[in-house]
């Protein structure tokens, strides 16, 4: 869904024991009869979270429950400077913790107290505190910091798109570095304040919903407020900031539907409302697929035309690149972001390796609508896709459940990913399959998944065994024969109507 910085080449790669949040904590040395306790000394937290192909993402030793954003932010120089305040619990007994950022900082503050600063790595700032945290301790960490995010590159790369009028903060798997310092891995999620000050009649987009109308300030500048108390992973967070026409509306339900447009769209612009003016509808209908909605509003940013050329599923409000609207409309990318509040929003990866419970099910929903939409049935977008890519295409040697952390957005993961979860449905059949999705997302609603607990769950509630279907189709390289498992044309499939969305999509999504 979007273009990935290869991080894993410029950045250091850092060895980390830990796999989840938090770092080990102090132990006691034996000790015998009548002899004192020896405790360890309190210790760094881990540069890393450990992640299979980002093993420097996130950092251990402590736990984000919130994080106040507050900015300001000049479109005409692209200056940014702000004040994050992150409130935290630290998981063992600390000397010193990092922050995934990359801006210059001004000063830190721990508890109060002024803390020191370094840097380390390629996206690493190193805090040590005044005084020693120990475990189970609330934080309250305060950044305050200035630059200018579209010069601050890491590899020759920066996450922060500058436009005329403008900036977007998007991407993946990273985008926090140059607007906000986090612990930067969807392990640790939080919720969010973010509110912005631009030149008035400039707008701002954000997350979740806004607790009060844009406000006036001194010098002619206006300051805009949004939130979201669900839990969020950092990169899911952004900011659309520039010249935009805001559609909003509220669901029967009483949930705000805020869609916004850039101006600069042109021609662009009706096939971009054509799509997101029917994100309410879409997610309706996937509510009845996948089970409850899971966040407190919902939308979508049609960014400007010198924006991002891909889509991203940001928490609650997917933002588009123009390229989606270029031949009209195009429900088929929105239906796949909307899909991923579910499978990769709400339910996120535990491990980056595992983007497979993202793409691969947001692209299968893609087939579903072509069948809700009379424009193909999932079998016959299954026949078409496996046909299209010939035995020896190098489509088949990328592993949708271990593509390597440069590929993790290979158009195989999309594809056959979607074609795996189809192969799932025919094992199973629809009843179990159709009661899978919405227990996977109830089961795992604002958390972490695996492959591997995804399978576990498909074998529960089926009564099968499917190490067999899984390993084929998720971790075994060459074409599976499906001669056996789908109903195999005796001559080339007919393309079906839905497929020239779905695969101009994918050819933006997926790199």
Known sequence: MRRMFTAAT??????????????????????????????????????????????????????????????????????????????????????AFNLDFLLDVE????????ATTTTAGAHELVVTPARTVTRGQQLTIVVRYTGIPSETLVGGYTGWTRTDDGALAVNEPESAWWWFPSNDHPLDKATFDISVSVPTGV?????????????????????????????????LAFLAIGQYDIVTETTP?????????????????????????????????????????????QGGVAGPVDGIGFALETQTRPVYGPGFWRRGANTYVVTHELAHQWFGDSVSVADWRNIWLNEGFASYAEWLW??????????????????????????????PGDPGAARIFD???????????????????????????PAWTAEHRYGNGTIEQFQALAEQISGLDLDDLFTTWLFTAGRPDVA????????????????????????????
Do not use: C
């Open 10 to 95: 410029a950045a250091l790669t850092l060895t980390t024991a830990g796999t989840m949040l938090a770092g080990t904590p102090g132990q006691a040395a034996p000790t015998g009869w009548g002899r004192p306790v020896v405790t360890a000394a309190p210790q760094p937290g881990a540069p890393g979270l450990g992640d299979t192909y980002f093993p420097d993402y996130g950092n251990g030793g402590y736990d984000v429950e919130h994080y106040d954003v507050r900015l300001r932010y000049d479109p005409a120089s692209d200056q940014l400077s702000g004040t994050t305040t992150i409130l935290a619990t630290a998981t063992q007994d600390l000397s």
């Open 107 to 114: 000063s830190v503050r721990v508890n109060g107290w002024a």
């Open 203 to 235: 707008e701002v987009i954000s997350n979740g919903v806004q607790p009060r109308p844009p406000a006036a300030e001194a010098g002619n500048r206006t300051r805009w407020i949004w939130r979201t108390t669900s839990p969020t992973a950092p990169y």
């Open 253 to 297: 339900g009483g949930q705000p539907v805020v869609n916004a447009y850039s101006t600069s769209l042109g021609a662009l612009g009706p096939a971009a409302r054509a799509s997101i003016e029917r994100t309410a509808e879409i997610v309706d209908w996937e509510s009845g697929i996948f089970g409850p909605y899971p966040f407190e509003a």
């Open 370 to 399: 072509s069948e809700e939409q009379g424009e193909g049935t999932a079998q016959e977008v299954f026949d078409f896709a496996y046909a299209s890519y010939p035995a020896d295409d190098e489509f088949w040697q990328v592993l």
């Open 411 to 437: 158009n195989a993961v999309y594809d056959r990913g979607a074609m795996t979860l189809h192969q799932l449905r025919l094992a199973v059949g629809d009843d179990a399959f159709f009661e899978i999705l």
């Open 484 to 511: 056996t498992t789908a109903r195999k044309a005796t001559t080339a499939p007919t393309a079906p109507k839905s497929w020239v969305k779905i695969s101009e999509s994918h050819d933006l999504l997926s790199h």
